[in-house]
């Protein structure tokens, strides 16, 4: 096994610690690998890259120059420097490690190991607001993993929100932190039937809030896709793990928009059975879930586009009733009447959403204002409004409310 070191613009990597400028390190040098990529030579064909951003202090000594100039010696593949996000009472004692790129294979045989052991020896911390790195803590700051977009990047990650959306408890369990204004869930303000059924819908959406910097998933890179959730840890197996749980989780989704695996079969068990770390780490936290990602189901999907046409109808009916009441001559009835047919117009063509407009529709469909309107003007011979209701009451007849609707209603 080997470590293949390709830089971007092609050029030698240098041999030399280059000094860092302009971040009040004084004379302490760093190495910046930035613009480099580590692979390995038991890579499989395509394999991804991932970088770690990793905030971490001392809190009770500043870093010297010599613990520096060890930590490079025995991971080269980074750069060290200041960071907003740590206070500045323990900023001479706080750096921000970011690595090159490397594949999963890359980080096992690089001397990332070597250099977690070495800083927690050295009374190293991982910085988040509770100063500790038990790997039990599950707040604090993010240990940010960085994955390089692929092809149908944005189908991809539309999937990959739905799956950490609907997989919440699970994934904040393995990531050992909840979510926060920092690392906030995707899709946590869209309604349940849109997360249930319309990928192109999750993509969009995704799409338009790609801005938004402190999403659990941030696509705000150009070249990479930024996984904020996890805590930050100088834990090796944790970190590991974590990585792992990122490239598989690319991996089956990745799976699915090309037809190499269904959504229907895409489970925390799945994406978290591969892996040197993972497997051991899903069994100490005693996690097994086999619930199925139901996205994409045709069947769901044909039940609410026939749902669709038939609300169009009854919002057609409904149109109609109302013109052909408000044209009658029955005064003494006619506005009770048009007041009720127009609140349940409202009520289904306003509604904020799927879940909302089934409710209503539902609503309408149990009640027996139908059949009262068809015997007052049954009674005054208005053969038009009468007409309309039996229109109206044919079409709610044939109208099926989905059972997702009555399936999403328990979902937590």
């Known amino acids: 096994m080997a470590l293949i070191i390709n830089k971007k613009l092609?050029?030698?990597v240098p041999h030399t610690i280059m000094q860092y400028?302009?971040?009040?390190?004084?004379?302490?040098?760093?190495?910046n690998m930035t613009d480099y990529i580590v692979r390995s030579t038991n890579d499989e064909p395509n394999a991804h890259t991932f970088g770690l951003e990793i905030e971490c202090t001392k809190m009770d000594s500043s870093i010297t120059n010599s613990e520096l100039e060890k930590m490079f010696e025995l991971f080269p593949y980074?750069?060290?420097?200041?960071?907003?996000?740590?206070?500045?009472?323990v900023s001479g004692s706080a750096v921000e490690l970011t690595t090159a790129p490397m594949t999963l294979e890359a980080w096992k045989e690089s001397g990332f190991k070597e250099l977690l052991e070495y800083m927690r020896d050295r009374g190293f911390k991982a910085y988040c607001v509770t100063n500790t790195d038990d790997p039990n803590e599950s707040c604090g700051c993010g240990g940010h993993i960085h994955?390089?977009?692929?092809?149908?990047?944005?189908q991809v990650v539309a999937i990959m929100a739905m799956f950490i959306d609907q997989n919440k408890h699970a994934v904040q369990m393995i990531a050992h932190r909840d979510f926060t204004h920092y690392a906030q869930n995707n899709l946590a303000s869209l309604n349940k039937s849109s997360k249930r059924y319309s990928l192109e819908y999750i993509k969009?959406?995704?799409?338009?809030?790609r801005g938004v910097h402190e999403n659990a998933l941030n696509l705000q890179h150009n070249a990479t896709i930024e996984f904020r959730l996890p805590v930050g840890t100088l834990d090796y197996e944790l970190k590991m793990s974590h990585i792992e749980f990122l490239n598989n989780l690319y991996k089956c989704c990745d799976d699915v928009v090309h037809g190499r695996a269904r959504i229907d079969r895409l489970t925390i068990n799945k994406v978290c059975k591969d892996g040197d770390f993972l497997p051991a780490y899903m069994n100490e936290l005693g996690l097994s879930c086999s619930k199925k990602l139901l996205n994409l189901d045709k069947e769901i999907?044909?039940?609410?586009?026939?749902?669709?046409?038939?609300?169009?109808?009854?919002?057609?009916?409904?149109?109609?009733?109302?013109?052909?009441i408000a044209m009658t001559n029955a005064s003494d009835i006619r506005q009770g009447?048009?007041?009720?047919?127009?609140?349940?117009?409202?009520?289904?063509?306003?509604?904020s959403d799927i879940d909302v407009e089934m409710y209503y529709l539902k609503n309408l469909k149990g009640q027996n204002v139908i059949s009262q309107g068809l015997n007052q003007y049954s009674e005054n011979h208005n053969d038009a409004v009468t007409k309309a209701y039996k229109k109206l009451k044919d079409v709610l007849a044939d109208v099926t409310i989905p059972q997702v609707y009555e399936d999403m209603k328990g979902e937590k």
């Not at 994955?147 to 944005?154: A, H, L, M, Q, R």
């Open 147 to 154: 994955i390089d977009k692929g092809d149908d990047w944005e």
């Open 337 to 351: 009447s048009i007041n009720t047919i127009t609140t349940h117009f409202n009520n289904i063509t306003g509604a």
């Open 204 to 209: 969009g959406y995704m799409m338009s809030h």
């Open 301 to 324: 999907k044909a039940k609410v586009d026939a749902y669709n046409v038939d609300k169009c109808k009854v919002v057609k009916a409904l149109s109609d009733l109302q013109l052909a």
């Open 21 to 31: 400028h302009g971040q009040g390190w004084g004379d302490t040098y760093v190495t």
């Open 78 to 89: 980074m750069e060290a420097a200041r960071d907003g996000s740590v206070p500045s009472n």
């Open 10 to 12: 092609g050029d030698d």
